[in-house]
């Protein structure tokens, strides 16, 4: 996975180049930040919230649901999770802790 400015999220696999962006469920396509967590989801920190992708579909996760702010633009999962195995997003006001999978449904 990879990035490039304001083109949204890019996966290199076999030989092929698929971008992924808003249309495909990014909340925005300027990503700031890419990290996968110890189940295997994808997490993307972008100017306007962060996106977790598991289980092959996006979760968006913004200031509605918890986030302190939503320009996200670091992430990083700390031992033990304090929630769960959610990881931790660094937003632009602070840190703030992405809801657990169980918490949202």
């Known amino acids: 996975m ?7 999220l890019s996966r290199i696999s076999g030989g092929r180049i698929t971008t992924f962006g808003e249309d495909d469920g990014l909340i925005q396509n ?14 993307v920190g972008t100017n306007g919230g ?38 931790t997003a660094v937003v632009s006001t602070g840190c703030a802790t992405a809801p657990s999978r169980s918490s949202r449904g």
Do not use: M, N
Not at 2 to 8: F, V
Not at 30 to 43: K, M, N, P, T
Not at 53 to 68: H, M, P, V, W
């Open 50 to 87: 962060l996106v977790q992708l598991g289980d092959g579909k996006f979760t968006t996760i913004t200031t509605q649901e918890g986030l302190a702010h939503d320009f996200t633009r670091a992430i990083l999962e700390t031992r033990p999770a304090p929630c769960g195995s959610a990881p």
């Open 2 to 8: 990879g990035r490039y400015e304001d083109s949204g």
């Open 30 to 43: 300027h990503v700031r930040a890419i990290f996968e967590d110890r189940e295997g989801s994808l997490w």
